[in-house]
């Protein structure tokens, strides 16, 4: 109403003010310019980072609300996203089949990884922060050791995760005390569980006929593992 501030939203989704008096303008708000595909919370230091079809990776302040940090992917888009639980590391799946991994104290890329040739489906770490998992549409998996900084790869296999199965943050789940690994594969009737640390397989359980009432297979839609660890995995079928 006194004409001291103006208002103004630009094409980058930020939304700012201009004081014409000093002069000085201030960003109030930032946000993606296309939809956002995957998100990640972190506990620890209280951030939220989310990935677009803008291409680019940001990293949000969940006290304050505000944009911390911001990466731009050049010709590729992020579709996955995960960070470490314990140290100040993001990592990022995109649609080329790419996983890095950003250190955010240092703002900078650490490691570029080329297991997977297509669209990253799955991307988690064990909660203990020593190793990493991704999966791709091609139903690959690759595990990564993560006890230094720079992660590297110790195993990839090919055609066990369901390439029907979907993405998100649920394709891939390792349990509380970081011993194993569950996802649907290698097709959407199958449940598989393996040891984390090696990727040996230690279960595999079809549920497609658990009913035998029904005359529709049934498939697995999302695996999860108990809070406390306990040896028990809650898998959701389609029907």
């Known amino acids: 109403p006194d004409s001291c501030k103006v208002l103004c939203t630009t094409a ?10 000093t002069r000085d303008y201030s960003t ?7 939809a956002v595909l995957a998100f990640s919370v972190e506990g620890l230091w209280k951030q939220m980072a989310t990935v677009s079809q803008d291409n680019t990776i940001r990293v949000w302040d969940l006290t304050s609300m505000q944009q911390l940090y911001d990466f731009a992917a050049a010709d590729e888009t992020p579709c996955a996203v995960a960070f470490h639980p314990t140290q100040q590391i993001l990592a990022c799946g995109f649609d080329s089949g790419m996983v890095r991994t950003f250190s955010l104290a240092a703002s900078d890329l650490l490691v570029e990884h080329k ?13 203990d922060g020593n190793f990493m998992f991704s999966s791709c549409l091609q139903g690959s998996l690759a595990l990564y050791s993560c006890m230094a900084q720079n992660s590297h790869v110790l195993r990839v296999l090919g055609n066990v995760v369901a390439r029907d199965a979907g993405s998100g943050p649920g394709a891939l789940v390792v349990s509380g005390d970081s011993r194993l690994l569950a996802f649907v594969g290698p ?10 640390c090696s990727l040996d397989e230690l279960l595999r359980v079809d549920v497609s006929i658990l009913d035998l009432n029904s005359r529709a297979l049934d498939s697995a839609v999302r695996v999860c593992f108990a809070p406390v660890p306990r040896g028990e995995l809650l898998v959701s079928t389609s029907s």
């Open 115 to 127: 297991q997977h040739r297509t669209v990253i489906t799955g991307l988690t770490f064990s909660p």
């Open 12 to 21: 980058g989704g930020n939304l700012g003010y201009l004081d014409i008096q």
């Open 28 to 34: 109030l708000m930032r946000s993606h310019e296309a």
């Open 187 to 196: 097709s959407k009737y199958v449940v598989t569980v393996m040891e984390a």
